[in-house]
């Protein structure tokens, strides 16, 4: 349960630090490169720590990490992609319900059947993180989305989703001793690919993109890090469920403490519902 929460934790600085920066930097992809380069820097201190050779890794670790790279990277341009074509509020809200895929596809290709009682929290947590993260139809303009930009968010979930189903499936099929060198080989494929979008971009970095990224990097490794921990110890229904809506939860409470934005009744009656979908999930069988 600790790796649970400190990658919750984890996690939900990513977002706050990404907000912050999206207020002062235009440069995304200096932002994500740097955030990128601090991460592989982490992992690749860590693995050095843990004595892990580099010869002796599984091809599986490699291949799994290879994947979870491409589709980090791929999420992140379909959420700008979205952002552009759909708004940021609605983009930034509907990528947080891709935590559903892993969710299911830990139910259907690993058997981790949840309880009665986990099941029933499951549901009462998708409702939620729905209510917390979709924003109202008012809140998303006028118009909303146009019909034919609404598509463009259907991959963004999918490739969300699959991304945060990685950790598990490496848990499932991967040499937990090597647990350094998957991560390590995520941020490094995802590093190449950010690198070559950077430099298709033609952005130029400012002290603000170095400073925030490099901070998103530490929170983005630690975040992985405790997560694919996290697998290893508690079910993947736990730590999904779990993970979404304590992200949700805890940045939406920083935003209303901090940023001081009011919570409306809709918000409230969201919070009552995590904290029994809470209580639910951790019965015991």
Known sequence: MLFLILATLASAGNALTMKFA???SDNEWALLLFNYVTAVALSALSAARS???IAGVEPTVWVLGLVA??????TFALL?????????????????MSSVIPLTLSIVLFGEYPSTSGACGIVVA??????????????????????????LLVPMVLAGGIADTMPKVFEATGNPTHEEAYVL??????????L???????????????????????????????????LMELPAYV???????????????????????????????AIVLVMLALVLINLPR
């Not at 790279?69 to 791929?74: H, K, Q």
């Not at 950077?198 to 405790?226: K, Q, W």
């Open 126 to 151: 998708v409702i939620a993180v729905a209510l917390l993260a979709v924003p109202p139809k008012a809140a998303q303009g006028p118009d909303g989305p146009r019909p034919s930009a609404r598509a």
């Open 69 to 74: 790279g491409v589709l980090f990277v791929v």
């Open 196 to 230: 070559a979008m950077f430099l298709r971009a033609h952005e130029r970095p400012r002290g603000i993109d170095v400073a925030c990224g490099a901070m998103l990097g530490a929170f983005n490794y630690f975040s992985t890090d405790f997560s694919v921990r996290a």
């Open 51 to 53: 004595g892990i050779v």
């Open 22 to 24: 999206g207020s002062r």
């Open 185 to 194: 080989m995520t941020f490094a494929t995802a590093l190449v690919v950010c």
């Open 239 to 269: 730590v999904y469920t779990g993970f979404s809506m304590g992200v949700v939860l805890l940045t939406f409470a920083a935003n209303a403490l901090v940023m001081h934005e009011r919570l409306s009744r809709r918000d409230h009656v």
């Open 80 to 96: 700008k992609l979205n952002v552009d074509t759909n708004g940021a509020t609605v983009s930034s809200s509907i990528v947080r």
